[in-house]
């Protein structure tokens, strides 16, 4: 499939001989738990994609990052949900790291510098970059205590779990005036009280490393909490619009991936009539489309609630087409495809989880109604 090599192509730039190590690995180890595809991943460089060039990174832009996150999708649906946190992470922290405004502790920014050089994977506790999320009933609660904070609360799923070496946690914190505001804590993995728990029981996605985490009163410092200043009131808000949008996209696009290795079998192996596999193959290409053109609308500077309205009608489409694409190439598979490995069969069900990821269609419906109708987009 031309556009899927494309994909592959993309992915070869940034971290070579990465879709090439997947591929050796059979498809039930790569996507059991315990899969060594988090491993790879590290070792090819898969840390650095959207991290700026001046910290070390490859700076790969919105189009890029889609295409390459395809291509990991096409080859393990778990690789590709699991590094969606730490790819999105990267993008909401290095787009305040890359202004010249200080918006940033010293402390914040060296962690941010050691990403590349230590490879380490960033996991994400931040409702998956939901936009104007009640800061009043955090997941992590978090106490105020001498030089910085004590947090206490769960985040589950949380993908990267076990390979993590940074949290990144949504939490409350004390206002000027007293009242809640919203503030994003930088958590080590080894800070003594944050443990990993078994949580994800579904054979399908089970390489995430998608388990449960728990705080128990461990200590952040001030100094790697990023929260809003009277000089910087939309700190927070950025990161949460920068977030949203770049996990809609990656995230989307590791699905588009899944699909687009179904749809590749049937074509490769001529199955059903030429309008079957065109009608497959139309499908695959209708979403690639949708993503890649908001991802270059992104890249080219839309932003704000526009850029919101834009990936999510790109990821609803999307997840339409793509479901019914990988039902149709299942079919065209067979029979005793279907028989003789449940490869393709898990694979097809991979494709489903996208429509699991908040913000869901029937929450988001009244909200992008009123925002096509020339109102402000409001997701709370």
Partial sequence: MRSLDTARETSERYHPGLVKALAEIPYAEREAAGSPVIDLFRAHDGVALLVPVAYGGHGADPLDAVRVQRALGA?????AAAVTMHHFTAAMLYALADDDTGR?????????????PEQRLMASGWAEGRTQQNILTPAVTAVAVKGGYRLNGSKKPCSLAG????LTASIAVPGAGGEPELALALIPAASPGLTVHPFWGNDVLAAAESDEIQLADVFVPEDLVV???EEDPH?????????FVW???LISAGYLGAASGLVEHVLQRGRGSVGDRT????????AAGLLEGTARAVRDGVGGEEAVAQVLVARFAAQEALNRAADQALELLGGLDFIRSADHAKQAVAVRPLAFHPP?????AEALLAYFNGEPLDLS
């Fill in 163 to 166: 390979s993590m070496d940074l």
């Fill in 279 to 286: 009608d497959a193959a139309i499908r695959i290409e209708a």
């Fill in 227 to 229: 929260r809003t200043s």
């Fill in 247 to 249: 996990f809609e996209l």
């Fill in 235 to 243: 700190r927070i808000e950025d990161l949460q619009n920068a977030g």
């Fill in 104 to 116: 940033l502790t010293e402390a914040q920014l060296s962690l941010l510098h050691s990403v590349v």
């Fill in 75 to 79: 080859l393990s649906p778990s690789l």
């Fill in 360 to 364: 869901s269609r029937a929450s988001a």
